[in-house]
């Protein structure tokens, strides 16, 4: 079973940061794809950001140039930061995680979400 545990949320005024993070743990052989999402009260989750093992990044088209995406392989731990806060970035962000968990001879894969962090952009 693989568990994320997420850190990092609060309150900040617009135009300010913030940065969240997100460490993997449990049985895990190999992780793929690293990424947050995000729900605001009344709307559907949607995607924000996600990293692959290789480093390549996808952004939603509303956050790019101000949100960076990172991740530690090593630590099994993936970054948000985010910057030029704006109150429609507010909402609850969830990590997710994609990879592979078992033993060497049998593996399987898991896609797992953090509890969620809850971060609010207001003056």
């Known amino acids: 079973q693989v568990q994320l545990l997420e850190s990092g949320g609060g309150l900040v005024q617009p135009g300010g940061s913030l940065r969240l993070s997100c460490a993997a743990s449990g049985s895990i052989l190999s992780i793929n794809v690293m990424g947050w999402y995000r729900q605001a009260p009344g709307k559907q989750r949607e995607l924000v950001t996600t990293?692959?093992?290789?480093?390549?990044?996808n952004y939603a088209d509303s956050v790019k140039g101000r949100f960076t995406i990172s991740r530690d392989n090593a630590e099994n731990a993936v970054h948000l930061q985010m910057n030029s806060l704006k109150p429609e970035d507010a909402g609850v962000y969830y990590c997710?995680?994609?990879?592979?968990?078992?033993?060497?001879?049998?593996?399987?894969?898991?896609?797992?979400w953090g509890q969620g962090t809850q971060v609010t952009v207001s003056s």
């Open positions: 990293i692959t093992s290789g480093g390549m990044t």
């Open positions: 997710n995680v994609l990879g592979t968990t078992g033993t060497t001879y049998m593996r399987r894969g898991f896609n797992s």
